[in-house]
């Protein structure tokens, strides 16, 4: 069974994701807003949610789980991250980790890629 059936039916998922965005202030923000608060040009685009860990500064590139293990694999930059289109899911792995880490909003430009805090699981950094 996938993992979305797991949680229960379409209505139940859209409930526990309205709660979890309203805890969090996750309300859907308007990307062109976004971008244009950052200073960024128009033609900025999504590129989905990744896991940021600020100390060591690595980014989740590589996450399995299943019933007797969880593996997770770490990038020193974020075009080897891992995205997310559900923001949710990536809250859901930040909270369970043991240590800091931060859902971040992935944008990128003609030159660069940006990273901007969406959350923060405010645990103490890893040793």
């Not at 960024?40 to 399995?64: C, I, M, Q, R, W």
């Not at 030159?111 to 699981?121: A, K, P, T, W």
Request: proline share 6%.
């Amino acid at each position: 069974m996938g993992q979305a059936k797991q949680r229960g039916n379409f209505e139940e998922r859209k409930k526990q994701a309205e709660t979890l965005a309203e805890k969090y202030d996750l309300r859907p923000r308007n990307l062109k807003d976004t971008i244009k608060e950052l200073g960024l040009p128009d033609n900025t685009s999504f590129n989905g949610y990744v896991v940021h860990l600020p100390e060591p500064d690595e980014f989740l590139a590589k996450f399995e789980e299943n019933n007797m293990m969880i593996k997770r694999a770490y990038a020193r930059t974020p075009i080897l991250a891992k995205k997310f289109d559900d923001v949710e899911e990536a809250i859901k792995i930040v909270n369970d980790l043991d240590y800091h880490a931060q859902v971040c909003v992935l944008l990128e430009t003609d030159s660069q890629l940006i990273i901007e805090g969406v959350y923060d699981n405010d645990k103490p950094p890893k040793k």
